[in-house]
């Protein structure tokens, strides 16, 4: 994960992950809310625990914050 803060490199891995993702595969670990919203599916884990895995907008509707 990049770095938090780093808009610059935020911007170029949000770039490539929307050029690729028709091509591949990605597994994308982060914490950045408008990273994990353009995901096909989240996957959120709380204390080890699965909490939440399906589309990003079913969990994001429900946890404010997230949407934050």
Known sequence: ??????????????RSLQLSRSQSTQI????????????DKL?????GNLE???PPHSYLSKNSMINE
């Open 28 to 39: 994308v670990v982060t914490h950045d809310h408008e990273i994990a919203k353009i995901a």
């Open 52 to 54: 939440f895995f399906g």
């Open 43 to 47: 996957m959120v884990i709380e204390g």
């Open 1 to 14: 994960e990049i770095t938090y803060g780093d808009w610059s490199s935020d911007v170029v891995l949000f």
